[in-house]
């Protein structure tokens, strides 16, 4: 089995499939990334893993590299700020950090603060037990989905109805059942959390496969050697 882990406001959602064959996907929402290590071959998380001492131009090469890709979504792809931000418990103080140790000056937004748990989650989690590198990897549902959809950005922004309609038949046409697709989503995730987790698993199954592509490649690594790359 693969898994791949989105975000959401109840913590993490993890969609589950196959690693071969069909999928036959399985749904779960936990607070602990912990709970989503054990019992899969990858794991496929949008969520940065690898954080600069300072951040650059664009943010990291794994955002930069990204982009290019995207098109009109490369907007959907957040430059990572510095380790020392992202460890910061407050939103002034992390503002304040982020912008001593960028290049240009930046600050950051509310809409990233309020990430930097989740981040520091992933991140603690891989700095104590390297042995997780060889399963835990970071994607980004935008990339995921240009993979997914022949190597071309999807039309529509997740936040419209069409959008989630274009990502929701992609995945059907890639092998989730439609009643899968369909079922109503649990309390604590919203519809287009469930989306990317799912196409998230998507990328899991590549990286099994050993097909997954990285942004950049080679990757990256950060001061405690952790990897920094998107896969898709």
Known sequence: MVRGVDGCPAGWIAVTIAAEGPLTPGVTITRNFADLTTGVEKIAVDMPIGLPERAGPGGRGAETAARV???????????????????????????????????????????????????????????????????????HPEVAFWRANDEAPMLFPKSKPQGLRERRDLLERHGFPAAFLDAPVEWGAKPDDFLDACVCALVARRLHAGTALSFPSPPARDAHGLPVAIWA
Do not use: M
């Open 69 to 139: 890709v995207l098109g009109g979504r490369r907007s959907s792809v957040f430059s990572v700020p510095s380790r020392s931000a992202v460890y910061a418990l407050d939103y002034p103080e992390a503002c304040r950090l982020a912008e001593a140790t960028s290049d240009p000056p930046r600050k950051i937004s509310k809409q990233a603060f309020f990430l930097f748990p989740k981040i520091r989650q992933i991140d603690s989690l891989l700095r104590n037990d390297a042995s997780l590198l060889a399963r835990v990897f970071e994607t």
